[in-house]
Antibody, heavy 116, light 113 residues
Framework: EVQLVESGGGLVQPGGSLRLSCADS????????MSWVRQAPGKGLEWVAN????????YYVESVKGRFTISRDNAKNSLYLQMNSLRVEDTAVYYC?????????WGQGTTVTVSS | DIVMTQSPDSLAVSLGERATMNCKSS????????????LAWYQHRPGQPPKLLIS???TRESGVPDRFSGSGSETNFTLTISSLQAEDVAVYYC?????????FGGGTKVEIK
């Protein structure tokens, strides 16, 4: 069964950092682009970042550029999102998803709360 | 960036009746070289991850009931639920994947009347 499992969410103060992880199973991770998508409380879905299957291309929504970094380790079948300089408005459920034009497999999500 | 606009924000439909929602993109998402619209629809139920229903504007994913259908081209798209079931209560999002930066619409919340 194709599955994605996120981890690493939690409570962090404004200005702090957090690293999210996403582990896959059931498919050839290294063959696919991957994405992070988030949903803030009471809001809609917002795409955050994409990474090419070999890590050579990365794209970000404007609001996280320079603060978030998407990366992957194909040997470990894992996707990451390093989040620095966190703001209250980054509070959300963060989902990883397989980007097979479009986003066809999603994890259950991990919650990030930025609050003092 | 391509801006996606959905309407209405919410709709209430009786069980067994038709539900129709719209999605408009700020520029065409039709790629001329392959004549494909880079437009997807997702269903998002509370407490669950989003589920891909339709890709390429009108191609249903495997296992998606045939009461769900997508139509439209270039900048105007529609998702129709032909006979609403109780399990269809959810928020529905359109999303373009034409550009390298993906964007979602604001969502349409579907409820039972």
């Amino acid at each position: 069964e194709v599955q994605l499992v996120e981890s690493g969410g939690g409570l962090v103060q404004p200005g702090g950092s957090l690293r999210l992880s996403c582990a896959d199973s059931g498919f050839t991770f290294s063959s696919y682009w991957m994405s992070w998508v988030r949903q803030a409380p009471g809001k809609g879905l917002e795409w955050v970042a994409n990474i090419k299957y070999d890590g050579s291309e990365k794209y970000y929504v404007e609001s996280v550029k320079g603060r978030f970094t998407i990366s992957r380790d194909n040997a470990k079948n894992s996707l990451y999102l390093q989040m620095n300089s966190l703001r209250v408005e980054d509070t959300a459920v963060y989902y990883c998803a397989r980007y097979r034009s479009p986003l066809d497999v999603w994890g259950q999500g991990t919650t990030v709360t930025v609050s003092s | 960036d391509i801006v996606m606009t959905q309407s209405p924000d919410s709709l209430a439909v009786s069980l067994g009746e038709r539900a129709t929602m719209n999605c408009k993109s700020s520029q065409s998402v039709l790629y001329s070289s392959n004549n494909r619209n880079y437009l997807a629809w997702y269903q998002h139920r509370p407490g669950q991850p989003p589920k891909l229903l339709i890709s390429w504007a009108s191609t249903r994913e495997s296992g998606v009931p045939d009461r769900f259908s997508g139509s439209g081209s270039e900048t105007n798209f529609t998702l129709t639920i032909s006979s609403l079931q109780a399990e269809d209560v959810a928020v529905y999002y359109c999303q373009q994947y034409y550009g390298t930066l993906l964007t979602f619409g604001g969502g349409t919340k579907v409820e039972i009347k």
